[in-house]
């Protein structure tokens, strides 16, 4: 069982950054392929980035790429998300994901989510 809590949200104008946390729980993090899915009201959940367990690949959505940026501590259980040059159209709630897959862009691919954190964006 795997307990992921989200941080690091927040307001800020458009242009600014963020980075989000997510604090997971057990021993074997460090297996866990870890992704970030966001939720615009009214809209489906949408993969965001994600950074899989050993080698630590990355991979990015379109809408994403190039601003911001997923990295991983194992010493720490932590995920993070660093968000540059954010947009209004970024403003969703952002959740954190746990997989045991290698790779996993999808949301039926991960077993473990946390509660989500607000990003909101203003122009």
């Known amino acids: 069982q795997v307990q992921l809590v989200e941080s690091g949200g927040g307001w800020v104008q458009a242009g600014g950054s963020l980075r989000l946390s997510c604090a997971a729980s057990?021993?074997?993090?460090?297996?866990?392929?870890m992704g970030w899915f966001r939720q615009a009201p009214g809209k489906e959940r949408e993969f965001v980035a994600t950074?899989?367990?050993?080698?630590?690949?990355?991979y990015d959505a379109d809408s994403v790429k190039g601003r911001f940026t997923i990295s991983r501590d194992n010493s720490k259980n932590t995920v993070y998300l660093q968000m540059n040059s954010l947009k209004p159209e970024d403003t969703a709630v952002y959740y954190c994901?746990?997989?045991?897959?290698?790779?996993?862009?999808?949301?039926?691919?991960?077993?473990?989510w946390g509660q989500g954190t607000q990003v909101t964006v203003s122009s």
């Open positions: 950074m899989s367990w050993g080698a630590g690949n990355t």
């Open positions: 057990g021993r074997t993090f460090s297996r866990y392929t």
């Open positions: 994901a746990a997989s045991r897959l290698r790779v996993g862009v999808h949301r039926y691919e991960y077993d473990y």
